[in-house]
Nanobody
Framework: VQLQASGGGLVQAGGSLRLSCVAS????????MGWYRQTPGKQRELVAL???????NYADSVKGRFTISRANSKNTVYLQMNSLKPDDTAVYYC?????????????????WGQGTQVTVSS
């Protein structure tokens, strides 16, 4: 299963961006979808998660500013980012987990997108 992320860019502090990530392939079912971010020299960290039942989980640093959502019919996960801060500057990666069809069986997958740069200027 391949993921294609888009929507990153350069924005001033206080601005907004919306990230999108589309999953494609022989998808049978998608379970959790999420966004992570990474800056140079640091480990990748969780930003937000959304389950198949639309339960959400956010990093404390983005609560109240970011909203994760999904469109199951489009195999897409979104991240609406408002009130952006310079500390939000990072490469953002989407992650999707689920099951794909493999001829006569199903196989779990855990796929990552290619990363999209978000830069917030002060």
């Amino acid at each position: 299963v391949q993921l294609q992320a888009s929507g990153g860019g350069l924005v001033q502090a206080g601005g907004s961006l919306r990230l999108s990530c589309v999953a494609s392939g022989s998808i049978f079912r998608i379970d959790d979808m999420g966004w992570y971010r990474q800056t140079p020299g640091k480990q990748r960290e969780l930003v937000a998660l959304i389950s198949s039942g639309d339960n959400t989980n956010y990093a404390d640093s983005v609560k109240g500013r970011f909203t994760i959502s999904r469109a199951n019919s489009k195999n897409t996960v979104y991240l609406q980012m408002n009130s952006l801060k310079p500390d939000d500057t990072a490469v953002y990666y989407c992650n999707v987990q689920g099951f794909e069809e493999r001829l006569t069986t199903y196989k779990s997958f855990n796929s990552w997108g290619q990363g999209t740069q978000v830069t917030v200027s002060s």
